[in-house]
């Protein structure tokens, strides 16, 4: 993409309204732009980020037999009246139509899914069942805050599975927690997983997938010597005990935000709806169920609070909007401007993702601003001065150096 092109670039100042890292380098690098709190327009940089997240979580729930499906988000007052959830879930946006009539925008689609799969799953030899989508979810947030971190509007992958009996839940809930630490890994993100409490409906308890950061709303209890994690919302214990688990490691008390959750749902919504299936004695059973968030947009603000230094992002390779920033020096020189040009196509022709940028009125200064903001993983020059080679620097490297096309290429393809 030639960046002279692209109507959404970088900002000279950063928004006031910023409270957090995440919204200030988001919107002033051109990622993202508020039209409210808690809601956001995602421009081309941004909407390229969320993409590549959206396709790691895409490749690992179907990795783990996970369905796609895009379920409805504008739904009917009555399937929420089922479960209680219109009453009871303060989040819950709730439409008033002009024939009188009452809607819901989905927050979680439990009730949508539930008599969706169930009604098409008449035996026990249907099961499991797992389906989910990744989709705008819509939350009546009292405070939204933390840039992109806390939406009235944002994307979520949630996915919900069937099962027959409680084993085999237990068996497929295993699978996706590790699904979903292979996901954080590949984002870059350690998260911890942590004991929380079961939600509106559940005494049980869920886990939740904490990254340790300043800009979260929870807070966590961690220990230092093993992968024992709790919420301090449910925690008997506190910080400077002894670990429970190990009995040797110290608690820490962190902030961290939640950017996933998984929740054992028991038997709850098929027996709201009253939706069973057969099992083997031909008796009518309700199913077992699990619910998986993956808080998508939430993934993207964390991952700029972790990665950022004093000039702007650095994204991971895995999720940045292009791989090369490539930028033409002294473009007004028709020799150069020639092979700024060459190389762009050739590193297309590679599928190479890069970004140009081929201002001719611009200085190397601001250039270099620009992409230091946009934090794209490598920044490659040709001006005057590189010759016929290519200066390239990592973005988090002081250091230079001057390399040839087959380098450049071997390097970003790494
Ligand atoms: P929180 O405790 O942060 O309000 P939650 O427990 O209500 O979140 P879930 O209902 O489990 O969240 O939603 C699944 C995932 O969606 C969360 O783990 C989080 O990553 C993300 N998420 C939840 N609420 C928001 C929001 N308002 N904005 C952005 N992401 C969100
Ligand atoms: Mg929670």
Redesign the pocket.
């Known amino acids: 993409m030639r960046y002279s092109q692209l109507f959404a670039k970088t900002l000279r100042q950063a928004p006031k309204e910023a409270d957090t890292v995440n919204h200030r380098l988001l919107t002033q690098a051109g990622f993202v732009d508020q039209v409210m709190a808690g809601v956001y327009n995602y421009l081309p940089l941004g909407l390229r980020v969320l993409r590549k997240i959206e396709a790691i979580v895409r490749e690992e729930m179907n990795q783990v037999g996970g369905q796609e499906v895009l379920m409805a988000m504008l739904t009917p007052k009555a399937i929420w009246e089922q479960t209680g959830a219109w009453d009871k879930v303060d989040v819950l946006f709730k439409i008033q139509s002009r024939t009188e009539k009452e809607y819901a925008l989905g927050y979680?689609q439990e009730e949508v899914v539930t008599p969706l799969v169930m009604s098409r799953t008449p035996s026990y030899k249907d099961l499991p069942v797992s389906a989910y989508q990744i989709h705008w979810k819509f939350?009546d947030?009292l405070r939204a805050k933390s840039g992109i971190?806390?939406?009235r509007e944002?994307f979520?992958k949630d996915m919900y599975s069937f099962h027959e009996n409680q084993e085999d839940f237990l068996r497929f809930y295993e699978i996706v927690k590790q699904a979903y630490l292979r996901i954080y890994a590949r984002l870059g993100l350690t998260a911890k997983v942590t004991e929380a409490s079961g939600g509106a409906f559940s005494e049980k308890i869920s886990y939740?997938f904490m990254v340790l950061t300043d800009a979260g709303?929870d807070d966590i209890l961690y220990c230092e010597e093993c992968d024992f994690c709790v919420n301090t919302e449910i925690a008997k214990v506190k910080e400077g005990d002894q670990c429970p688990k190990c009995d040797k490691g110290m608690l820490k008390l962190a902030k961290a935000s939640?950017?996933?959750?998984v929740f054992d749902l028991g038997q709850k919504f098929g027996k709201d709806f009253d939706l069973g299936f057969a099992d083997k004695d031909g008796n009518k059973q309700y199913p077992f169920m699990g619910c998986y968030?993956?808080?998508i947009?939430?993934v993207m603000g964390v991952i700029v609070e972790k990665f950022n230094d004093d000039k702007g992002i650095l994204w991971p390779k895995s999720v940045a909007p292009f791989q090369v920033h490539l930028i033409g020096l002294d473009l007004d020189d028709p020799e150069v401007k020639n092979r700024a040009e060459e190389i762009y196509d050739q590193l297309q022709d590679r599928n190479i993702e890069v970004l140009y940028d081929n201002r001719i009125d611009l200085g190397a200064g601001e250039k270099f601003k620009d992409a230091d903001l946009i934090g794209i993983p490598y920044r490659a020059i040709i001006s005057k001065k590189t010759g016929d080679q290519i200066e390239l620097k990592a973005r988090q490297e002081s250091e230079s150096e001057l390399i040839d096309l087959d380098k450049l290429i071997s390097v970003t393809n790494e």
Do not use: Q, W
Request: hydrophobic share 25%; glycine share 22%.
């Open positions: 979680s939350r947030e971190m806390r939406g944002f979520m939740e709303e939640e950017v996933g959750n968030g993956l808080g947009s939430r």
